[in-house]
């Protein structure tokens, strides 16, 4: 796990091979059980053909976040800032009809003012949005003016009009970038993949596209534009149906009896159900 910034590294009290396998998975000495610790070993990254550096970790942090198995803390993010823009605007829009949605007004004001407190995208290219919303942020509910925030609001949307451009360009300068901008790669895979997920991706479907940055045959720079464009696509529509199994026949037979009937029965589902 990289830990949001920190790589997991072998155990320094136990010999290397006690505790991590030749694929990089954490073994625990006593039973050696695995646990899910993914770490590359350096024949696998020339395997995949991922250079040294901040692509190898953009891959680790990729994968973690995405992954059903890792803990929540390092989980995709739920939101960035132009998801929590959008949705202080429909609150707003939602308290200026119903006067008691103030008060959800107020809570999303303030998520929305700390998620882009710490946006190096807003940092860097919108710091105004930061001062557009502190006015309103330790205001009580019914001390809000809704139509001056609505206002800003507006404003701020425009600003972060082209958000996602902004983040998939300084995600590709990072990885060009020395190991000090780790932190800051960290943060754009999040912002980017909560931005694709907010568009109605999911996070199984993007690690799948996540898989090409370890395919080799092209430019590291390449697989990351490939990603970041299918991240950036339309999302795809799909029919959910259920594959029903075939009628079989079935014989039934009285004991006392030489004689029987056939009928048509159905054979129990066993769950067979997707997406086509």
Same mark, same amino acid.
């Given at each position: 796990m990289t830990g949001g910034g920190v790589t997991a590294t072998p155990s320094a009290t136990l010999p290397l091979q006690s505790c991590w396998t030749d694929h990089g998975e954490y073994t625990t000495p006593e039973d050696g059980r695995p646990i899910q610790v993914r770490f590359p070993v350096v024949t696998d990254w020339d395997a995949w053909g991922v250079p040294e550096g901040l692509p190898r970790y953009f891959v680790l942090v990729w994968e973690e976040m995405l992954d059903s198995e890792t803990l929540d803390t390092w989980q995709v993010r739920t939101l960035n800032t132009r998801l929590a823009i959008d949705e202080l605007n429909a609150a707003v829009e939602t308290a200026l009809r119903y006067d008691v949605y103030r008060r959800h007004v107020a809570v999303i004001l303030q998520e929305t003012?700390? @998620?882009?407190? @710490?946006?190096t995208v807003v940092k860097r290219s919108h710091p105004m949005l930061?001062?557009?919303?502190?006015?309103?942020v330790?205001?009580?509910?019914?001390?809000?003016?809704? &139509?001056?925030?609505r206002k800003r609001v507006h404003v &701020? #949307?425009? %600003?972060? #009009?082209?958000?996602?451009?902004?983040?998939?360009?300084?995600?590709k300068e990072s990885l060009r970038g020395e190991a000090k901008e780790k932190r800051l790669v960290w943060e754009l895979a999040h912002t980017i993949g909560s931005d694709a997920? &907010?568009? &109605? %991706?999911?996070?199984g479907h993007l690690k799948l596209l996540g898989g090409g940055l370890k395919t080799p045959g092209s430019d590291f720079a390449q697989r990351?534009? @490939?990603l970041l464009a299918?991240?950036?696509s339309a999302p795809l529509s799909y029919t959910c149906v259920m594959a029903l199994p075939p009628m079989r026949e079935a014989r039934v037979g009285a004991l006392d009896s030489d004689t029987c009937s056939a009928e048509?029965? %159905?054979?129990?589902?066993?769950?067979a159900s997707g997406c086509a």
């Open positions: 003012y700390e @998620v882009a407190r @710490v946006d930061l001062k557009f919303l502190a006015p309103f330790n205001a009580k509910p019914r001390d809000i003016d809704l &139509g001056a925030l &701020g #949307r425009e %600003m972060l #009009r082209d958000y996602w451009s902004e983040c998939v360009a300084l995600l997920c &907010g568009r &109605g %991706m999911s996070p990351v534009d @490939v299918a991240c950036s048509r029965v %159905m054979p129990p589902l066993r769950g």
